[in-house]
């Protein structure tokens, strides 16, 4: 009778933990085959003494075949919910990538960058002044009189009052000199903004000031830094020519040209046949600017000198229009990389 019992009893746990699909539903057979293992041992009570010990023995056996059952059937369920999850998360490790794409500076910055790096290397530091200028910084304290044609309504974007936008960035040698003593060595880019607009003009664009002054700065140190310049920015045997020219801020002012890096001088197409290429603008710094910033001019002289960054890209990657620069068009964009 009890053998019948038992048995029956482990019939049903194994049912049970078999049908049993997870770990929950297995939880839940057990605690039910549990309270049956605990009615059936209740029946101890009723049988006589000498039968006890072995019913408690049968009882102790079949708890452990339980347990036992139990156990094996979580391993196996924990083992299938395993199997699962690794089927459902399965990666393709030879599914082809998904491929970004790299982005690039944009020429005027590359450009920018290039300068920084060159003039860095000769010792120069950054200032970048505000786009938004007076008009003492702009022209008066460059020595650009109030008559003179670029103070014009026309050649000149102004903001109202006092202020305008800045035409060039010679409106920071100013600023850079009335906040630092002598020796200065300043490199300073940034946009300037003028009412003209055809292929190679734009009436926003970049510009890069340089201004070195100090106890006795000649025009060959400024020859000698231009020609580091053109052989880093263009060819190393690219040749520097100075040009007489005018600039109020500079006295004597002089036009740079480079040799023509395209036909080294020969003439060509981009050169129009001359074998030099205007390139900037510079000369020593006049000595009314040194004064208005405080300066002495006969104990210091120094140089300045004025780019377009734009021109510079634009000679150095072949390209004609400078609207291209502002379209944001990637295929243009993406084509320059140093
Ligand atoms: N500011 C001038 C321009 O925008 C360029 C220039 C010329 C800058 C001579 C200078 C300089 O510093 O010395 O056309």
């Given at each position: 009778m009890q053998n019948e019992q038992t048995e029956e009893l482990r019939r049903y746990a194994e049912e049970a933990a078999a049908k049993a699909a997870s770990g929950k539903e297995l939880y839940a057979a057990k605690t039910d085959v549990q309270a049956k293992l605990k009615a059936f041992m209740s029946g101890?009570?009723?049988?006589?003494k000498e039968e006890r010990p072995a019913f408690g023995k049968t009882v102790n056996e079949l708890k452990e075949k339980i347990e036992a059952l139990f156990a094996a059937r979580e391993e196996e369920l924990r083992q299938k919910e395993l199997e699962a999850r690794y089927a459902a998360e399965q990666?393709?490790?030879?599914m082809p990538g998904r491929k970004r794409v790299q982005g690039s500076l944009h020429p005027v910055t590359l450009v920018k960058n290039q300068l920084i790096d060159i003039f860095a290397g000769m010792g120069f530091e950054i200032f970048e002044g505000p786009e938004t200028e007076t008009e003492y910084y702009n022209f008066t304290a460059l020595n650009t009189p109030a008559d003179h044609p670029s103070r014009d309504m026309q050649d000149t974007f102004y903001l109202g009052g006092d202020l305008l936008l800045r035409t060039q960035t010679s409106a920071g040698q100013i600023r850079v000199m009335q906040n630092k003593k002598p020796p200065i060595k300043v490199l300073s880019p940034g946009r300037v903004f003028r009412p003209d607009d055809d292929a190679t003009h734009s009436p926003m664009f970049h510009q890069m000031e340089g201004l070195v002054v100090d106890k006795g700065i000649t025009l060959c140190d400024l020859k000698g830094m231009l020609a580091e310049f053109a052989a880093k920015m263009f060819t190393s045997d690219t040749k520097v020519r100075l040009r007489p020219s005018y600039f109020p801020f500079t006295e004597p002012s002089v036009e740079v040209d480079l040799s023509c890096f395209v036909c080294g001088g020969k003439g060509c197409r981009l050169c129009k046949g001359t074998g030099w290429i205007e390139v900037l603008g510079s000369g020593m710094v006049n000595r009314r600017v040194l004064e208005n910033c405080g300066v002495d001019p006969d104990e210091y002289t120094g140089f300045a000198f004025g780019m377009g960054l734009e021109r510079i890209a634009m000679l150095k990657y072949g390209v004609?229009?400078?609207?291209n620069f502002y379209d944001n068009d990637v295929r243009f964009l993406t084509q320059f990389k140093d």
């Amino acid at each position: 009778m009890q053998n019948e019992q038992t048995e029956e009893l482990r019939r049903y746990a194994e049912e049970a933990a078999a049908k049993a699909a997870s770990g929950k539903e297995l939880y839940a057979a057990k605690t039910d085959v549990q309270a049956k293992l605990k009615a059936f041992m209740s029946g101890m009570r009723d049988l006589p003494k000498e039968e006890r010990p072995a019913f408690g023995k049968t009882v102790n056996e079949l708890k452990e075949k339980i347990e036992a059952l139990f156990a094996a059937r979580e391993e196996e369920l924990r083992q299938k919910e395993l199997e699962a999850r690794y089927a459902a998360e399965q990666v393709d490790v030879t599914m082809p990538g998904r491929k970004r794409v790299q982005g690039s500076l944009h020429p005027v910055t590359l450009v920018k960058n290039q300068l920084i790096d060159i003039f860095a290397g000769m010792g120069f530091e950054i200032f970048e002044g505000p786009e938004t200028e007076t008009e003492y910084y702009n022209f008066t304290a460059l020595n650009t009189p109030a008559d003179h044609p670029s103070r014009d309504m026309q050649d000149t974007f102004y903001l109202g009052g006092d202020l305008l936008l800045r035409t060039q960035t010679s409106a920071g040698q100013i600023r850079v000199m009335q906040n630092k003593k002598p020796p200065i060595k300043v490199l300073s880019p940034g946009r300037v903004f003028r009412p003209d607009d055809d292929a190679t003009h734009s009436p926003m664009f970049h510009q890069m000031e340089g201004l070195v002054v100090d106890k006795g700065i000649t025009l060959c140190d400024l020859k000698g830094m231009l020609a580091e310049f053109a052989a880093k920015m263009f060819t190393s045997d690219t040749k520097v020519r100075l040009r007489p020219s005018y600039f109020p801020f500079t006295e004597p002012s002089v036009e740079v040209d480079l040799s023509c890096f395209v036909c080294g001088g020969k003439g060509c197409r981009l050169c129009k046949g001359t074998g030099w290429i205007e390139v900037l603008g510079s000369g020593m710094v006049n000595r009314r600017v040194l004064e208005n910033c405080g300066v002495d001019p006969d104990e210091y002289t120094g140089f300045a000198f004025g780019m377009g960054l734009e021109r510079i890209a634009m000679l150095k990657y072949g390209v004609n229009n400078i609207k291209n620069f502002y379209d944001n068009d990637v295929r243009f964009l993406t084509q320059f990389k140093d």
